[in-house]
């Protein structure tokens, strides 16, 4: 099993940057396929970006790419997700999720593991 917490949420301008980190603990963070989905109210919850534990490659939502990059620090047992040039439509709670040695990077079945959220809100 692993744990997940999220931080790095908050209120920010559009066109402005956020980090937002997710930290793990429990089993060995470099065998899971790490990533980050989004719901804003109202909405259903959407995939955002995933990075598999094997190749490391990584996969976005079109909406942003170009603009959010994920990444880990495996000695840290920590995901970011860097997310630059916001938008208004951005505004959401974030989650983390983590699938032991996942093989399918955007499916919210897939991932047994969540953490808790956390908002980032994106003003206008």
């Known amino acids: 099993q692993v744990q997940l917490v999220e931080s790095g949420g908050g209120l920010v301008q559009a066109g402005g940057s956020l980090r937002l980190s997710c930290v793990a603990s429990g089993r060995t963070f470099s065998r899971y396929t790490v990533a980050w989905f989004r719901q804003a109210p109202g909405k259903e919850r959407e995939f955002v970006a995933a990075l598999k534990w094997s190749s490391s490659s990584t996969y976005y939502t079109d909406s942003v790419k170009g603009r959010f990059t994920i990444s880990r620090n495996n000695a840290k047992d920590t995901a970011y997700l860097q997310m630059n040039s916001l938008k208004p439509e951005d505004t959401a709670v974030y989650y983390c999720?983590?699938?032991?040695?996942?093989?399918?990077?955007?499916?919210?079945?897939?991932?047994?593991?969540w953490g808790q959220g956390t908002q980032v809100t994106v003003s206008s």
């Open positions: 999720a983590a699938d032991w040695l996942g093989n399918n990077a955007y499916s919210e079945q897939a991932y047994n593991y």
